[in-house]
């Protein structure tokens, strides 16, 4: 079995980073798992994708992922449809907004049986690390809507990356973003109303 995780952010928010992350939460899981980036002109602000696989098997293809079974969207003005592409039917969609998630599933014209996940990331990164650097905010939102990797491991995963006072106040973030996540199956009838 494999799950496939797609990330869109804008440079500088992190998406990368949260991708390796996620990987690496999955391999202390005990799963073998890949994350790599996809760049256009690399700059802040530019939109960029990362990748990560989560798998049984040791072979993991080095693609792009094309038909998820996770988004990840860290910036809100990358709520459009194009975005959702390829998801996978009864798929998951990890949001950083501040809006519904019944508004956003009309927004990404989620199909029924699709689960979203809607977190204020940005917000609770200027409370927690006064930056509005939402990866961390975004792992604890994953955790809560997928439980694809453990909350343990992926603080473990962000404490190896980072150490003393950043590492603390990061896993404050995850703990924070998990406690705050709102997740909702889509339902017909949310999409009608």
Known sequence: MMIEIRWHGRGGQGAVTASEAVSAAAILDGKYALAFPEFGAERRGAPVRAYTRISDDPVIPRTPVTT??????????????????????NGTVV?????????????????????????????????????????????GALVKATGVVSLENTKKAILNKFSGKIGELNVELIRRAYKETIVIEIKKEVLVQ
């Not at 998820?68 to 039917?89: F, N």
């Not at 990404?108 to 990866?135: D, F, H, Q, W, Y």
């Open 68 to 89: 998820p079974d996770i988004l990840v969207i860290l910036d809100p003005s990358l709520l459009h449809p194009e975005y959702t592409q390829g998801l996978k039917r």
């Open 95 to 139: 949001v950083n907004t501040v809006i519904q998630p019944e508004k956003i599933a009309k927004i990404l014209k989620l199909k029924p049986g699709s689960r979203i996940g809607v977190i204020n990331a940005t917000g609770l990164a200027m409370e927690i690390l006064k930056k509005p650097i939402v990866n961390t905010g975004m792992l």
